[in-house]
C-alpha cells in the first residue's frame, strides 16, 4: 500500500503560479495529477512515467509543468499563468503499470489516491 500527500495548494489571482508537492510512501511506476474543478467531472492534468515520459492535458500544455524526484518517491507541479478555470481541488494518483506518456489514461486506472488540495485562482 502507498500513500500520497498533496501539499502547495492553496489560492492566487489570475496570472499567479503555485507549486503542488505530492510525497509518495513508497515505490511507484507512473504518478499523475487530476483534478475536480466545482460541479465538473474529474480529469487528468499531466502525467509522468518513472522513466521520465510526460503527458499534458492541452488546457495546461505550455503553462504548467510536472516533475519528480525519484529518490524521494516526489511529484512536483509547477503552475504558472493560473487562470480562474484552474480552480479545482488537485488529486496526486499513482500505479505500479507502466505509463507509455501517450496519453492520460483515466483515474480509475490508478491504484492510489491521495486526498486532495485546493487551488483557487480569482480574477
Known amino acids: 500500500q502507498v500513500q500520497l500527500v498533496e501539499s502547495g495548494g492553496g489560492s492566487v489571482q489570475a496570472g499567479g503560479s503555485l507549486r503542488l508537492s505530492c510525497a509518495a510512501s513508497?515505490?511507484?511506476?507512473?504518478m499523475a495529477w487530476f483534478r475536480q474543478p466545482p460541479g465538473k467531472e474529474r480529469e487528468g492534468v499531466a502525467l509522468?512515467?518513472?522513466?521520465?515520459?510526460?503527458k499534458y492535458a492541452d488546457s495546461v500544455k505550455g503553462r504548467f509543468v510536472i516533475s519528480q524526484d525519484t529518490a524521494k518517491n516526489t511529484l512536483f507541479l509547477q503552475m504558472n499563468s493560473l487562470q480562474p478555470e484552474d480552480t479545482a481541488m488537485y488529486y496526486c494518483?499513482?500505479?505500479?503499470?507502466?505509463?507509455?506518456?501517450?496519453?492520460?489514461?483515466?483515474?480509475?486506472?490508478?491504484?492510489?489516491w491521495g486526498q486532495g488540495t485546493q487551488v483557487t485562482v480569482s480574477s
Open positions: 513508497g515505490y511507484t511506476s507512473c
Open positions: 509522468i512515467s518513472r522513466l521520465g515520459a510526460i
Open positions: 494518483v499513482a500505479r505500479n503499470a507502466y505509463c507509455s506518456g501517450a496519453y492520460l489514461p483515466p483515474i480509475r486506472d490508478f491504484t492510489w
